[in-house]
């Protein structure tokens, strides 16, 4: 119990997705500018990332393995992933029409977020139980959301400051993110 | 079959991406019939009528919101100031009503534009975000001005502006846009236009 709660921590903020292992960048860069749309890029995420590793655990376990074909996962993983966003967008279009609202924008983007990939890539590679990879996708999702919270408020602040011409723009936002994952890097030896 | 998929490997490598595929493309297919959201063809039909600026002068906060609440709540369709008359008359003939006059309060006479005050900008570029078209260039700190062409008159930039220096004025006469004045006839346009003549 303690070390599934060691996973978790870990993956939230020792191993952070975003700042400790660059992936994801991009829709981290990309959605940043406003929190509203942060916020709704990192609930989506959220929920696309635990429910891929346990679909991507289940494909693992009981299709590719017996078939000794791991070395197709990622492209296996690919596929259960696009099917997972694309099945979510439609049942959360049907059952809720205002979370489609704050979500459906994103859920589509989420399909290419290479977070989604690295997380049951990683799943596999560190042999993680069923439950071990739903923390661990739970909480890598958690700290990428956490981060591109964090980052698109210092990205509101930075708009208004007042930036040298050579780096205004995405150059200023990769200073100020290179300046977080070094914070980050504190957490490291804490769990 | 499973020893003969694990003495291929090419074979079972083919046939798992194979069935995978078909088993989610069907699920998916599944879904797409089981979880299908029922839209009115009419509210498709009014939002390719609609100006497609999402200004929200109607007081919705899109094209597509308006047009669900014209559908559904019986909304007036006299709301939307950048399509003007022509929309209006369009909406009507969808509808098959009479089309109404342009809702006073909601309406600025004639096609508008934005105005920027170029001594007073200083580059705050909030503006820029507003605008739903693009039609405001400029950089921080430096001067924005209205591209004429592009702005379709929503209004939006002006609020947002934090010296005041945006202002509406009716779209000037030029040789591009004057055209003969025709007899004025109640005319029921077939189709919402932009073009002037």
Not at chain 1, 47 to 66: K, N
Not at chain 1, 88 to 99: A, D, F, Q
Not at chain 2, 74 to 85: L, Y
Not at chain 2, 113 to 125: K, L, M, R, V
Request: charged share 10%.
């Amino acid at each position: 119990m303690l070390s599934d709660a060691a996973l978790l921590l870990s993956a939230i903020l020792v191993n952070n997705f975003v700042l400790s292992q660059f992936l994801g960048l991009c829709p981290f860069m990309g959605v940043s500018n406003k929190v509203e749309t942060a916020i709704g890029m990192a609930v989506a995420t959220t929920f696309v990332m635990t429910l891929a590793s346990a679909c991507a655990y289940f494909v693992f376990h009981w299709l590719l393995v017996p078939l000794g074909l791991e070395y197709l996962k990622t492209i296996f993983f690919i596929l259960v992933i696009a099917s997972v966003v694309q099945l979510t967008k439609m049942i959360i279009e049907k059952t809720s029409p205002v979370l489609y609202r704050v979500l459906g924008v994103f859920l589509p983007l989420i399909t290419s977020n290479c977070a989604v990939l690295g997380v049951v890539l990683q799943n596999t590679a560190k042999d993680h139980s069923f439950v071990q990879s739903l923390l661990w996708g739970f909480g890598g999702a958690l700290g990428f959301a956490l981060v591109l919270v964090l980052f698109s408020s210092m990205r509101e602040r930075i708009a208004a400051a007042d930036v040298p011409v050579a780096l205004q723009g995405t150059a200023i936002g990769m200073v100020a993110a290179s300046l977080i994952s070094l914070a980050f890097m504190g957490f490291a030896g804490l769990v | 079959m499973y020893a003969l998929l694990i003495s291929y490997p090419l074979l079972s490598a083919l046939v798992a991406l194979g069935s995978l595929s078909v088993l989610f493309g069907g699920v998916l297919g599944f879904a797409a019939v089981r979880f299908r959201v029922e839209s009115n063809p009419i509210v498709a039909q009014l939002s390719d009528l609609l100006p497609q600026s999402q200004c929200g002068q109607c007081g919705y906060p899109g094209c597509a919101n308006y047009a669900d609440a014209i559908v559904s709540n019986e909304e007036a369709i006299n709301k939307c100031p950048p399509g003007g008359q022509a929309t209006i008359n369009a909406i009507a003939e969808l509808l098959g009503i009479e089309p109404p006059a342009m809702d006073e309060e909601n309406v600025i006479s004639g096609p508008m534009i934005a105005y920027i005050d170029e001594t007073d900008c200083y580059g705050c570029t909030k503006c820029l975000r507003a605008c739903p078209v693009d039609a405001i260039i400029g950089a921080t700190k430096m001067m924005h001005t209205v591209i004429d062409t592009d702005c379709t008159g929503c209004g939006l930039c002006v609020d947002t502006c934090s010296k005041n220096c945006i202002a509406m004025y009716p779209v000037p006469v030029t040789t591009q846009n004057w055209c003969w004045e025709l007899p004025e006839y109640p005319v029921v346009t077939s189709r919402a236009s932009n073009v002037p003549c």
